[in-house]
């Protein structure tokens, strides 16, 4: 059974950090593409960061580039974002996703299995 638990959202001022978790369970972390998305009230979901299969190539949304950084622990079986320089814009709810593709994507579509999010507020 395939299960994606994201953790570590919360409440932040403008210029703080936080680590959201994604830990999985019923597959090999290495061998698939994870990504993280956000969906704000009213907006889309749309890709922030992902790191591919194997060697673990990174890719960045231009949003969050110099900010953000996704890393992975095979062994423990989860994948990180360290945010930080949070902005108010960054508020949304965070999800993992395991992407179906062989390459790095930050497509919506190209993900098929999804956690049920953690809340990120960035608020003074």
């Known amino acids: 059974q395939l299960q994606f638990v994201e953790s570590g959202g919360g409440l932040v001022q403008p210029g703080g950090s936080l680590r959201l978790s994604c830990a999985t369970s019923?597959?090999?972390?290495?061998?698939?593409?994870i990504g993280w998305f956000r969906q704000a009230p009213g907006k889309e979901r749309e890709g922030v960061s992902c790191?591919?299969?194997?060697?673990?190539?990174?890719t960045y949304a231009d949003s969050v580039k110099g900010r953000f950084t996704i890393s992975r622990d095979n062994a423990k079986n989860t994948v990180y974002l360290q945010m930080n320089s949070l902005k108010p814009e960054d508020t949304a709810v965070y999800y993992c996703?395991?992407?179906?593709?062989?390459?790095?994507?930050?497509?919506?579509?190209?993900?098929?299995?999804w956690g049920q999010g953690t809340q990120v507020t960035v608020s003074s």
């Open positions: 790191i591919s299969r194997s060697i673990g190539v990174t």
């Open positions: 996703a395991r992407s179906r593709r062989r390459i790095p994507t930050m497509r919506r579509s190209d993900y098929e299995y």
């Open positions: 019923g597959f090999t972390l290495e061998d698939y593409t």
